[in-house]
């Protein structure tokens, strides 16, 4: 029975978008409350699942070989430790809460069955990576996601701007899984096995066993990760993204797909020396500060949180690269939960304003929306690393870990800290408070309770997700040892102060700072201040550091050189050297001896002795 | 002054040069035709010349066979030319280019 629970916890979802899929189709009510009951089912057995087993590692991992090629062995497990018991119930627990919002949100969508379908299968698909116990079905799951992913940005697909970021978002993934399937087959030739378990003890017992390919093969694998968690260069799919419904953002951009390359990090982190280790915390930093800067400046609600999302993700990679996976897990747990309150949130506001996306456009939603604004405010706080909500706690970790790593870094985080209260406080500043600034927000009015519920929901665990003991859970998985934690909740919250106080002190500098800057500039502001004082600066933010512009250059630029040299080589090597060459000689040598026929009998005569003469000559004559 | 074999192949190698020329310089198909008897009774010269210092008459076999095919050839070949002459009214060899394609 409790062997069987994880692999019915993986295939309810699966189930319910087969048999939305084959079956119930036209019934859209029907769909969605499958698919509603697939993920509120699997999250009750992850529940009951932990209840039975606890948090202890399963030693016997259930295996079924799927694929077996010469010495390759894949199997078809589950691996089923801290790790993935927390991001099992974050998946299904946060996937619930978007789940039942979506059936509000998308009450009014005809293709809400085809839209539920392809929200089942991504759940598949993600507890297929938290669940995968080898290399090979993690990269199967991967895809997956990519591919559910695609099926869901681009939901909307008859508009352009939908497909095309479902395109793009598809198209970067494969650069990131390109670099990451190398480093998988880079793993297996070094040693002989995709087995987490099996690679872990391996390493433990020789930590040079992959050699000088360690440093390539890390990177390899992060390439994997920068994709599909968007980290710097790979970045510019999420924001776009943000073309797909608004619960598909709160789903697969803040929560779950983007946590996935985190995760996957966290996984393998054994595998990483310290030169990866250090290149992929010099990438998160940089992501976290780029995300920031170009954060202030968005007005469009849903790329403000987008941007925020890639900045906080920018710290989980940090994280990891400072040596500290289980800070940059706990930050995933607590930034899942209320960044996905932060994507309903602004779903609900955009549903309420008629998909008004423009935060300049609202305003003097706070006592229209209480339950939204007052969510969102929780979010925010818990963002901006407010004492005493789990953002706090979790931002402090990493703070810490930068602090004894990397002061460099750790400088960078504060100033990201900073930034990321002021933008936040920006958009609560504008969008909830101030006058109303169009009609629309006038007339605003709080949206149903099946989009407002979730909300609620979403917001217990955002304020008090420091408090559950979630990181000594992660600290226990990657073996840290840490001193016994304060019973208290009161201690618990002064913790960080005793434990590291420049960390702390820093961040809660750096928070009020932000917010200060945000209340001085934004209050009942109606038009934003700030490019007056930073032109040039401001210009840039707006406009993402022209990366979008960049890469849409050089990768024009590259294949039109590319098409124009082949075009060459097709040109004059093939058809002309090749082609036309061939031809030509052949031709010459038939206009040539053509000459020799010329149907006089005399020159046959006279080349016939002529030749006989030659023989005659080359037989006697030496 | 004794007369050798090499006196007699030389008059037939001239004969035959001489038949030669005959037959690549000469435009008249008749000349040529005579040129190419001509050659024959070079080769027929040789042919003798070698049997009587050889002492040996397969030579003077060979040069009956010879005038004998000679003469069914002249006959067939006459009957070509007049045939060819009736239907191009030429002789000419510049004129009969027909192999050209």
């Not at chain 1, 840290?480 to 420049?502: D, G, K, M, Q, R």
């Not at chain 1, 010329?598 to 016939?608: D, I, K, M, R």
Request: hydrophobic share 55%; net charge neutral; with cysteine.
């Amino acid at each position: 029975m409790k062997e069987a629970l994880p692999w019915l916890i993986l295939f309810l979802p699966l189930l319910s978008a087969v048999v939305i899929t084959l079956f119930t189709k036209k019934d859209r009510e029907l769909s969605a409350k499958l698919s509603i009951g697939a993920i509120v089912g699997s999250f009750a057995l992850s529940m009951l699942f932990i209840a039975l087993a606890g948090w202890e590692p399963i030693k016997q991992e259930s295996l079924v070989t799927w694929l077996g090629v010469g010495e390759l062995q894949v199997d078809f497990g589950l691996r089923l430790d801290a790790l993935s018991l927390l991001m099992l119930l974050i998946v299904t627990g946060v996937g619930s809460a978007i789940h039942i919002y979506s059936y509000g949100y998308m009450h009014e969508d005809r293709s809400m069955s085809r839209y539920f379908a392809s929200l089942s299968l991504f759940t598949f698909s993600m507890l297929g990576i938290v669940l995968a116990n080898n290399f090979i079905q993690m990269f199967i799951f991967w895809e997956l996601v990519g591919v559910s992913s695609y099926l869901l940005i681009g939901f909307w697909h008859e508009r352009p701007a939908a497909a095309d970021a479902c395109k793009k978002a598809f198209l970067t993934n494969r650069l990131g899984d390109f670099g990451f399937l190398i480093g998988i087959l880079l793993v297996w030739s070094a040693l002989g096995s995709l087995k987490f378990s099996v690679l872990e003890i391996e390493l433990a017992k020789n930590p040079d066993a992959l050699g000088t390919l360690a440093t390539a093969a890390g990177l390899l694998i992060f390439c994997g990760a920068m994709g599909k968690s968007a980290q710097f260069p790979l970045h510019v799919w999420l924001p776009d993204a943000m073309e797909g419904p608004t619960p598909v953002s709160a789903l697969i951009h803040a929560a779950t797909m983007v946590a996935a390359g985190v995760y996957m990090l966290c996984r393998v982190f054994f595998l990483l020396n310290a030169p990866a280790l250090a290149v992929i915390g010099w990438i998160g930093g940089i992501t976290a500060l780029l995300a920031a800067l170009i954060a202030v400046q968005q007005n469009d609600i849903k790329r403000i949180l987008a941007y925020s999302t890639l900045s906080q993700l920018g710290y989980m990679v940090m994280a990891v690269g400072v040596h500290a996976p289980s800070a940059a897990m706990y930050h995933l747990t607590t930034h899942a939960f209320f960044k996905a309150m932060l994507f309903l949130g602004a779903g609900s506001v955009i549903h309420a304003l008629h998909h008004e996306q423009n935060i300049w456009n609202m305003g003097a939603l706070k006592s229209k929306m209480p339950i939204t604004f007052w969510t969102f405010l929780l979010g925010t706080l818990a963002l901006s690393g407010v004492p005493p909500f789990s953002g706090f706690f979790s931002k402090d970790e990493i703070l810490v870990a930068a602090s004894h790593q990397n002061g460099v870094l750790f400088a960078l985080g504060v100033l990201v800290a900073a930034l990321t209260s002021f933008y936040m406080f920006r958009l609560i500043f504008v969008a909830f408070l101030g006058p109303a600034k169009s009609p629309a927000a006038g007339h605003a009015h709080e949206s149903p309770r099946v989009m407002t519920l979730p909300l609620v929901a979403l917001a217990v665990p955002t304020v008090l997700a420091g408090f559950w003991g979630i990181e000594n859970l992660y600290g226990k998985q990657f073996g840290l040892v840490e001193e016994a934690h304060p019973s208290s909740w009161f201690n618990h919250l002064f913790e960080p102060f005793n434990h590291a106080p420049l960390a702390a002190l820093a961040g809660l500098g750096a928070l009020v700072f932000g917010l200060s800057a945000a209340w001085h500039l934004y209050r009942n502001a109606t038009r934003d201040r700030l490019p007056e004082t930073f032109g040039v600066l401001t210009r840039v933010m707006q406009n993402r550091f022209y990366f979008d512009e960049f890469y849409a250059t050089l990768i024009a630029n590259t294949q039109d050189l590319a098409a124009k040299a082949a075009d060459a080589f097709d040109r004059w090597i093939i058809a002309g050297l090749l082609i036309k060459g061939a031809h030509g000689t052949i031709e010459l040598f038939g206009r040539a001896l053509r000459l020799m026929q010329t149907g006089n009998l005399q020159t046959y005569t006279f080349l016939f002795v002529a030749g006989v003469a030659l023989v005659l000559f080359y037989v006697f004559g030496r | 002054m004794h007369v050798g074999l090499e006196h007699y192949l030389l008059v037939s190698a001239l004969l035959f040069c001489i038949g030669l020329l005959g037959v690549i310089a000469r435009r008249n198909l008749l000349i040529i035709y005579m040129s190419l008897e001509l050659m024959l009774n070079a080769a027929n010269l040789a042919f003798v010349a070698f049997s009587r210092f050889n002492n040996n008459l397969n030579g003077q076999v060979m040069v009956f066979f010879i005038i004998t095919v000679a003469a069914a050839e002249v006959a067939v070949g006459l009957a070509l030319i007049v045939a060819l002459y009736r239907r191009r009214q030429t002789a000419h060899v510049e004129d009969l280019t027909t192999m050209k394609l």
